[in-house]
């Protein structure tokens, strides 16, 4: 298709997760079949990202005013269907230079600004709070906001014990979860537009930059 994308992510090892910047443009690329078809979704939304989660499942962001996480699986009919859904509130969806560039369903998300919003307690809406959508509908209640980067982050990971972040100031960071300590550091010579982790060994990386290079990282 002509459509720009904007977003892709590798899913289960085998297939690849495109989407594009149309809420219909949504595909999926089988690496062995070398195929193309679409990505079949009972939803209008429009996706920004998508994130690999386990067993086989996709984390998509819903990248609104009132932002929205959802974790989905593939059904042998071939649409997705929604396992969880969490709201990312209380965000501020006034503040457009805190605007949400990536997220991870366990951890949180990062922003324009070069911050890092890390979750520290959810809660389960429960019968009435509930839409057609959400059937395990989470709400994030309270967030830890640190600055991790001096500019718009363009990558975040969660591998084992560590986070993997990356951003338009040329800097590639490595973090321990828990503490949120940096522990390395690795500059490129441009802006870092994306980032990736092996599907095979999570500890080699390969992310690129705005002058077109490429360069492959290994963290051990």
Not at 29 to 36: A, W
Not at 102 to 109: H, R
Not at 166 to 181: F, G, M
């Amino acid at each position: 298709d002509a459509l720009p994308i904007s977003s892709l992510g590798i899913f289960n090892s085998k297939s690849l997760v495109l989407l594009g910047t149309d809420k219909t443009h949504r595909k999926l690329f089988d690496f062995s079949k070398k195929s193309l078809k679409n990505i079949r979704v009972k939803s209008s939304k429009y996706f920004s990202d998508v994130i690999l989660v386990k067993n086989d499942k996709i984390s998509v962001l819903e990248n609104s005013p009132d932002p929205v996480l959802y974790e989905m699986h593939v059904l042998k009919s071939g649409y997705w269907e929604v396992d969880m859904k969490l709201l990312l509130r209380p965000w501020k969806s006034d503040d457009l230079g805190s605007w949400i560039t990536k997220a991870q369903s366990e951890f949180g998300f990062v922003d324009a600004t070069g911050c890092l919003w890390m979750e520290t307690s959810r809660a389960q809406k429960k019968g009435s709070e509930l839409d057609d959508e959400g059937k395990n509908t989470w709400e994030v209640l309270n967030w830890e906001k640190k600055q991790i980067h001096a500019s718009s982050v363009t990558a975040l990971h969660i591998l084992d014990n560590m986070i993997i972040t990356a951003s338009l100031d040329h800097n590639v960071k490595i973090w321990t979860r828990q503490e949120l300590k940096q522990v390395g550091l690795f500059q490129c010579d441009g802006s870092v537009s994306c980032l990736q982790p092996s599907p095979i060994h999570e500890s080699e990386l390969v992310c690129g930059d705005s002058l077109g290079k490429i360069y492959f990282l290994n963290l051990q």
